[in-house]
């Protein structure tokens, strides 16, 4: 892609009314624009690492066994008075009345919905285990939207729901969720643990939180590295200190901050039982779904990333969710022998299905430089007219500071090399 081509309006300075670092760097980066609190655009930079989280996060869905489906946003009140969710969900559901005066709501989840899903189509125990996920637009009408993406009123998510015929199925299925989440994030490049968490107003009888560790992070968590042991720190039974006992393995536990990006619960048949969604066992006899589920916030993905990869200058992509592999600079474009060189590597790269951004525009070496930092592209190819006499090009990696000199014949597969 040519930059000169591309809707990338980055800005000089920090917004006023930003309150995380990731928002701040999203909106100076052309990622994404505020339209109202907690409401926001996503622009062609910031919609390309989104799309990358979501390609991964559907592999590794398809990989245990996972259907997608797309159900609707707009769900009726019936649904949710069954369960009892609709008068105790709170002000945060947004809710709405069509022309004849039916309730809706605009849902913050799906359990309602798939459960009335499976109980209408799903009739034998032949049938299980299922599992159905989706990625979907989610409102909550926050009260004070906050830090961005990260906390706004419009988000957009993954959310998986799994149907089994017995604890012992479902506590399976939870497993190779928990595992593929954690896969999920090793290819997203980011540092988490998975700890445990309280269930809220999903409900369920255990479940676990995925936190992308970051300085910032809004939560407390409490892990050992001597075993898998790590949970919130809210919870009643956790050390108090750092030092304390793990109460697993009696190591020593450490305190590090958390931004939450996923969450898996364990429904048990808290909402087919409510919802009368049943299946027939080998007897003929009904018995209630039990149920899994397994959330991922896609867009918070995105932020929580950027929270922990970043500095003084920008970001810092990690390279599978980066929106661009390879930026080329080229210090004049209008040179003929530096514009030859830059679309020869441009085509060169792209023949070998490298995302490339070609800062084609006429703009002073600086400013290229410093939006090239902002956004955070992990590779940057700079082509000058002095290099070029020595048939040289730079080489530089986005977190590390100094560049190296490659013979323009090589860069190609010293590039390809860095990225594999």
């Not at 989104?50 to 769900?75: A, C, F, S, T, Y």
């Not at 009140?77 to 369960?83: A, F, G, Q, R, V």
Request: glycine share 8%; charged share 25%; proline share 6%.
């Amino acid at each position: 892609m040519k930059l000169s081509r591309f809707f990338l309006p980055t800005l000089k300075d920090n917004p006023t009314d930003a309150d995380a670092l990731s928002a701040k760097l999203m909106i100076r980066s052309g990622m994404i624009r505020k339209v109202a609190s907690g409401l926001y655009e996503w622009l062609p930079l910031g919609l390309s690492v989104l799309k990358k989280v979501e390609n991964i996060i559907r592999e590794e869905m398809n990989r245990i066994g996972g259907l997608e489906v797309w159900l609707p946003q707009i769900q009726p009140k019936e649904l949710w008075e069954e369960t009892g969710r609709w008068g105790i969900y709170g002000k945060e559901l947004l809710r709405l009345k069509d022309r004849k005066d039916a309730e809706f709501c605009f849902a913050p989840t799906a359990e309602e919905v798939i459960t009335d899903l499976a109980r209408r189509e799903v009739r034998s125990y032949r049938e299980l285990p299922l599992m159905l996920y989706q990625f979907g637009t989610k409102f909550r009408d926050e009260i004070r939207p906050r830090f961005g993406v990260m906390r706004a009123r419009e988000f957009y998510m993954k959310d998986a729901y799994s149907f089994h015929a017995n604890e012992a199925d479902a506590e399976a299925t939870y497993g190779q969720a928990l595992n593929a989440y954690k896969t999920i994030f090793e290819r997203c490049g980011l540092k988490f643990r998975p700890v445990e968490a309280e269930s809220g107003l999903i409900g369920g009888s255990f479940s676990h939180e995925f936190m992308v560790l970051a300085d910032t992070g809004e939560e407390e968590i409490v892990s050992c590295d001597a075993c898998p042991y790590a949970a919130n720190k809210e919870r009643a039974d956790c050390p108090a200190k750092a030092g304390d006992p793990c109460p697993r393995c009696g190591a020593k536990v450490v305190f590090s901050r958390g931004i939450e990006v996923g969450h898996t619960f364990k429904l048990g048949t808290k909402y087919s039982a409510a919802m009368g969604a049943t299946y027939l066992d080998e007897k003929g006899q009904k018995n209630p779904f039990v149920m899994g589920c397994y959330g991922i916030g896609v867009s918070r993905v995105v932020a929580a990333a950027i929270e922990q990869n970043n500095d003084a200058n920008g970001i810092l992509w990690p390279l599978p969710i980066a929106p661009f592999s390879v930026i080329i600079t080229p210090i004049n474009f209008d040179d003929p022998k530096t514009k030859e060189a830059a679309l020869d590597l441009y085509n060169q790269l792209t023949g070998h299905g490298i995302s490339v951004l070609l800062d084609d525009r006429p703009e002073r070496a600086g400013v290229k430089f410093k939006d090239a930092d902002l956004i955070g592209i992990p590779l940057r190819v700079v082509i000058g007219e002095k290099g070029l006499a020595k048939n040289q090009v730079e080489v530089k990696e986005r977190k590390n500071p100094s560049a190296v000199e490659i013979p323009l014949g090589e860069a190609v597969p010293h590039l390809l090399k860095l990225l594999s």
